[in-house]
């Protein structure tokens, strides 16, 4: 017998006689408590991102890539890591070119071995898209993709996100069963709220431990 | 049950720590501070008493449906997962656990872990045992990584240096790192992220813990705020990911109550910045992601807790360490008193289940039972009387049966128990307790002015001079 088989065994025999505990789901109580109306959804979520250091931009689908130069620009940031094979990616990359800006692109289009060093110590933003957020808890789903990898919202110290604001939900329940998450998963879905944070140190909140120290969600208000 | 080559010879030397840490006036400042905090910032989470009570039941029955099909969900999970492409290892006892690890470490010739945060590894002394290996384990949560510079074990399950303060904390990066002296907080993270950066990249496996394990989906999930959990399964090649078979769920829908209560409970936020749901390696057209991930499902005395329906309940618990921010003995004492992975109420109820009662047998008498940890556990371990059992199992004669705990009668007297059974005949025959009362009260001048430890901080009990029967008598009569 091996040790699954052992430990198997041993748990089944805790349980001989018993009855499984009955699924009493409490839907209304993750979801009732956590409602927004249409007026103040997109408010919470910015009010919950802002809470955590997060800036929010209310924009519109033609003129976030203007925000994006404009928020780089501020920062003193002249490259900015994006996927080319995404239409937002191809709407940024088209806004450069028609306002010949000077900000050079990056794209994330070969294995992170080909480029970890780059990527590590020499990439200072990126943009991604997401998949929506959650108004409840302020939260944007990343749902990264062959095109939009995983370390993209993680490594560079400044990452830009772009929201939809009809892809916004009131909480988590409504989001995950919309979604149909238990159907299927990435790799690797995840929330993000805000930029990377710690208070490990005298409970004193610092940004930027490890991910990103700072984080902006642009809210496309027409998409 | 444990394997008993792992426990410790001698029991846990609790007592000396404590008296230790209590003249320690320094920790204790750092403590009641942190605690105050951590207690403010729960409470500002749940205004709704209401929602709070109704959360924490929703919480107990998700969790004790989980237990009540453990096995099959086990099973489930391991499918799942083996479907997505992770490999999944069981192991019964902390060393086969460890040779586990190693057995992949030496696979892939690796020399360099990164680690995030997991209790279930410092259970493991993963560090050491593969640091005894040529294996350098690296901690990258900001906490674990000060006190792993100090030597130190973590002294709280969610904030592992919370013992220390910012000029502690500056001293250490000042003489282990080679950085000036600075007592910024901002900068002093900049040290840390700036040393450990180059540890994700050059790493050649990453360790996590889990919080859930999904067996609906087969997914592994992750609660942080720093990224370095994220790092650390996302950039090395290898991910492995140790856990406690008791951490499993049955669906995915089953995490949205368990997070709100974790995250809340822990550090008082609505969510925490990261939320990593991890169900596969890096798929053939994915650029990024370990090309393996392992899960290394862990018993260590789990199976011995769940054996028992009342000791069970055990297993419930999240590790959110809400029960140790408001224990009056935690906050007094700190994390390191404990001698124990799991400081505070709930190390109080699993290290037995873990090393056996020889060895934790003044742990479960560590409490003043005021029920306040039973009374912030989001998911209502009843902890008070879960530690009244453990005290019952340490003193029931060893031989007894049913046998419930490795360890059983560890504090068991003889003397005790004859001074018990006269006690209940005392009480139970009106002559003789009449007689013996008569006695206390008339010989009251003998009582000793030192009776051990009561007397040290307190001054000796004299009885009355006249028992309450006689004065009751005296003022009503005999009615």
Not at chain 1, 69 to 81: C, P
Not at chain 1, 204 to 213: F, I, Q, V, W
Not at chain 2, 47 to 67: C, H, I, Q, S, T
Not at chain 2, 411 to 437: C, D, F, H, Q
Request: aromatic residues 6%.
């Amino acid at each position: 017998m091996n040790a699954k088989e052992r430990i198997l065994g041993k748990l089944r025999a805790s349980l001989q006689g018993t009855t499984p505990v009955a699924d009493d789901y409490d839907v209304g109580l993750l979801t009732e408590p956590w409602r927004y109306g249409d007026e103040t959804r997109i408010a919470r979520l910015r009010q919950m991102l802002e809470a955590v250091h997060g800036e929010t931009l209310l924009t519109t689908s033609a003129e976030w890539p203007a925000r994006v130069v404009e928020a780089l620009s501020a920062r003193n940031i002249d490259e900015l890591l994006i996927s080319p094979a995404t239409a937002h990616g191809q709407q940024f990359a088209g806004h450069l070119a028609l306002t010949g800006s000077a900000l050079r692109l990056k794209a994330y289009d070969r294995p992170v071995e080909a480029w970890k060093d780059e990527l590590f110590f020499h990439t200072p933003a990126s943009l991604t898209g997401t998949l929506g957020g959650i108004a409840a808890t302020g939260s944007l789903v990343l749902w990264p993709t062959p095109q939009e990898p995983r370390l993209m919202s993680l490594v560079p110290p400044f990452h830009i996100a772009l929201l939809k604001a009809s892809e916004v939900r009131d909480n988590f329940h409504e989001f995950m069963h919309e979604h149909r998450w238990a159907a299927g998963l990435p790799t690797n879905a995840l929330l993000v709220s805000g930029p990377s944070k710690t208070a490990d140190i005298q409970q004193t909140l610092a940004y930027g431990a490890h991910g990103p120290k700072e984080l902006l969600v642009l809210i496309l208000e027409d998409a | 049950m444990s394997n008993p080559a792992q426990t410790p010879a001698q029991p846990i030397t609790f007592k000396r720590n404590a008296r230790e840490a209590l003249a320690d006036p320094q920790l204790r400042r750092n403590f009641r501070g942190a605690m105050d905090f951590l207690m403010d910032k729960r409470r500002s989470q749940f205004p709704d008493g209401d929602e709070l009570e109704r959360l924490r039941a929703f919480g107990n029955r998700v969790r004790a449906r989980a237990l009540s099909k453990l096995p099959e969900l086990l099973e489930r999970l391991d499918a799942n997962l083996s479907r997505n492409g992770v490999r999944v290892h069981w192991a019964e006892t902390v060393e086969e656990a460890n040779a586990i690890v190693h057995g992949i470490v030496e696979r892939h010739a690796a020399k360099k872990i990164i680690k995030g945060k997991s209790m279930v590894s410092e259970e493991m002394e993963m560090n050491h045992y593969l640091g005894d290996r040529g294996v350098d384990c690296l901690e990258s949560d900001m906490g674990e990584f000060i006190v792993q510079l100090r030597e130190e074990k973590p002294a709280h399950i969610i904030m592992p240096a919370i013992h220390l303060n910012a000029g502690q904390v500056a001293q250490l990066f000042h003489d282990k790192l080679d950085v000036d002296y600075t007592e910024d907080v901002d900068r002093l993270i900049q040290i840390g992220r700036e040393t450990l950066r180059r540890k994700f990249f050059e790493a050649d496996i990453g360790v996590s813990g889990v919080n859930f394990a999904i067996a609906e989906t087969g997914t592994l999930l992750l609660v942080e705020n720093e990224g370095n959990g994220r790092m650390s399964t996302t950039v090395p090649p290898v991910h492995i990911a140790v856990t406690g078979i008791e951490k499993v769920v049955e669906n995915l829908r089953d995490v949205i109550p368990l997070l709100s209560l974790l995250t809340r409970s822990a550090t008082g936020q609505a969510i925490t910045t990261y939320v990593n749901m991890i169900s596969s390696p890096r798929k053939a057209d994915e650029l990024d992601g370990p090309q393996e991930v392992h899960l290394v499902l862990l018993d260590n005395g789990r199976s011995q807790a769940f054996a028992d329906g009342e000791l069970r309940q055990t297993l419930n618990c999240i590790r959110c360490g809400a029960c140790m921010n408001h224990c009056p003995v935690y906050t007094r004492i700190g994390g390191h008193a404990y001698g124990t992975v799991y400081p505070g109420p709930i190390g109080k109820i699993i290290t037995p289940h873990m090393l056996g009662l020889e060895t934790t047998r003044d742990l479960p008498t560590a409490s003043s039972m005021c029920g306040a940890c039973g009374e912030v556990c989001p998911v209502k371990i009843p902890i008070p009387s879960l530690l009244r059992r453990l005290r019952e199992e340490a003193v029931r004669p060893p031989a007894a049966e049913p046998h419930h705990m490795r360890g059983q009668g560890a504090k068991y007297s003889k003397k005790e128990t004859m001074i018990w059974k006269a006690w209940r005949k005392l009480n139970t025959s009106p002559g003789l307790y009449r007689a013996a009362m008569y006695a206390g009260t008339r010989l009251r001048g003998l009582m000793p002015a030192n009776i051990g430890p009561w007397t040290e901080h307190r001054s000796a009990p004299k009885p009355a001079a006249r028992t309450l029967h006689e004065l009751a008598r005296e003022h009503l009569g005999d009615q």
